[in-house]
């Protein structure tokens, strides 16, 4: 799911990036003991460069969110890539699929990626209009979602509190409802990409209480 940033983004205003040659796709996959070969088919969350950039370094499959994919063909998300210099990936080529597999837990769409139903795409609108999560179902029950952007930590998620890009605050603020909501129901390992505090919730199997 995503392909991180490479060495060549670019900083802007709002955010510096800093990424070493280390840090990028192949390195950090070399470092869990898989290669690029490994990968069959790559989940987009959205399309921010920071998520997607890193696709250079691969030649699998890459799928996005029909919605997300229209909105990146949009005039707003178009100027902004020209305005700070971050254009998509070369060859960028993602397939678009719908969430057409109905409602999942406390989410109103989804898509099942897996035969046994236990690789899920949800809807997770507001951090961009098309933004999805991933949600795997481990061998105790537990739901492993893999959240993007949906908040930048477990704390944002927690005090219902939109990001300050989402385009309508509203949206935001009725996905982390839902996505407590579906915590509520079902014990869920919560992982946000950029929260530092991600990696050790997975180790340690914490759930959100």
């Known amino acids: 799911m995503d392909s991180g940033e490479t060495a060549a983004a670019r900083n802007v205003p709002f955010a510096r990036f800093e990424v070493t040659r280390e840090q990028e796709l ?42 997300e994919l229209r909105y990146l063909a949009s005039a707003f998300p178009r100027a902004m890539r020209h305005v700070l210099r971050q254009p ?5 080529a993602a397939e678009p699929f719908a969430l057409d597999s109905g409602p999942f837990g406390a989410f109103a769409r989804s898509r099942s990626l897996s035969a046994d139903g236990r690789i899920v ?53 009725a ?19 950029h929260d530092p505090d991600s990696a050790a919730r997975l180790a340690g199997a914490v759930t959100v209480g």
């Open 121 to 173: 795409v949800v809807g997770t609108p507001g951090h961009t209009p098309g933004h999805v999560s991933v949600i795997c179902i481990d061998d105790s029950g537990r739901h492993v979602m893999l959240a993007g952007d949906a908040t930048d930590s477990l704390e944002q998620l927690q005090a219902l509190r939109a990001d300050a890009i989402a385009p309508d605050p509203k949206v935001h603020v």
């Open 88 to 92: 998509l990936p070369a060859g960028f």
């Open 26 to 67: 192949p390195a950090a996959m070399l470092a869990s003991g898989l290669r690029l070969e490994d990968v069959s088919e790559v989940v987009l969350t959205h399309a921010h460069g920071d998520h997607i950039d890193g696709l250079v370094h691969l030649r699998s499959r890459v799928i996005a969110h029909e919605e």
């Open 175 to 193: 996905t982390l409802e839902a996505i407590v909501a579906h915590c509520a129901q079902h014990p869920t390992i919560y992982l946000p990409s």
